[in-house]
């Protein structure tokens, strides 16, 4: 199968991000962009391992930085009441539980309801620990936001890892502070929303499956193991950061991310669009 096009698109785009620098900046870009482009007409064997372990602790990249625009706006007080408290670490835990609730309202007309542990205690530290969350909701695509409708945040659990199903993502306080330290929030709300948003209607897509087919290998070990379940939240990370913020990867790897995925990389384009806003203003949520 010939997966020299969407590479080749790859390059143009990539390249027409970077185009605007000027001096040894530009002299660099255009360096990357033919090289990338000599890479594209060397398609990676089906049989080559994938690049890196996972996308989110398993590399070194800022994905996204706090300097990226962030459009929340305010949190509302909604005060105590029930809500779905899913947790994977209790199997054994009332699924309705009382907590904290609020609702997160961001600039481009999109809301994301908060349900924290009532185990913060009183209303004002459920407040703070949800402000650290709003942030990472903010900075993420519309597209992605938009499908976004609940948060739940539980105490404790340093090594539980977040998880995600239809419209929820479900994060562990302690862990998130951990992810803090080295930089990797951002990128675990990004991967989560991905499940959130996109899974139910891309992950099993005959689009979908068709550019995994036609890439023939994965970007991590972590898709790899799971292609049904974590293939798209994983590759889409690496595509929208080399079709939005490229200068954030270096040149040799963004070479291996393109060769192992070129076909995903054109599928989340058409998601994310490169020559458009990822901020955009919708209807707000009633």
Do not use: C
Not at 57 to 76: A, K
Not at 198 to 213: G, L, R
Not at 249 to 260: F, G
Request: zero cysteines.
């Amino acid at each position: 199968m010939d997966r020299r096009l969407p590479l080749f698109h790859l390059v143009a785009m990539s390249f027409a991000v970077i185009a605007g620098r000027s001096g040894a900046s530009l002299g660099r870009a255009r360096s990357a962009a033919l090289l990338l482009l000599l890479l594209a007409l060397t398609p990676a064997s089906a049989g080559d391992r994938p690049p890196y372990p996972s996308s989110v602790v398993g590399t070194d990249f800022d994905f996204i930085t706090e300097s990226d625009p962030d459009t929340f706006v305010r949190l509302e007080d909604k005060g105590q009441g029930p809500a779905e408290m899913h947790d994977k670490s209790d199997r054994t835990a009332l699924l309705v539980q009382q907590a904290f609730l609020f609702v997160a309202h961001f600039s481009d007309g999109t809301r994301v309801n908060l349900a924290i542990d009532a185990d913060f205690d009183t209303q004002d530290s459920a407040r703070k620990e949800a402000l650290r969350y709003t942030p990472r909701l903010g900075k993420l695509p519309t597209a992605l936001r938009q499908g976004v409708d609940r948060v739940v945040v539980h105490k404790g659990g340093e090594n539980v890892t977040a998880f995600s199903d239809v419209g929820l993502i479900v994060l562990y306080a302690d862990n998130a502070t951990k992810r803090i330290g080295t930089h990797d929030l951002e990128e675990t709300v990004f991967h989560e929303s991905v499940h959130a948003a996109w899974d139910k209607a891309h992950a099993t897509s005959a689009e979908w499956k068709s550019a995994q087919e036609n890439d023939g290998r994965f970007v991590t070990d972590y898709a790899r193991k799971n292609p049904k379940g974590e293939d798209l939240a994983e590759s889409a990370l690496f595509a929208y950061t080399l079709l939005h913020h490229p200068n954030r990867i270096p040149t040799e790897e963004a070479v291996k991310i393109a060769r192992a995925i070129p076909n995903r990389i054109a599928f989340v384009a058409k998601l994310l669009p490169k020559d458009k806003p990822l901020h955009f203003v919708v209807d707000a949520k009633r």
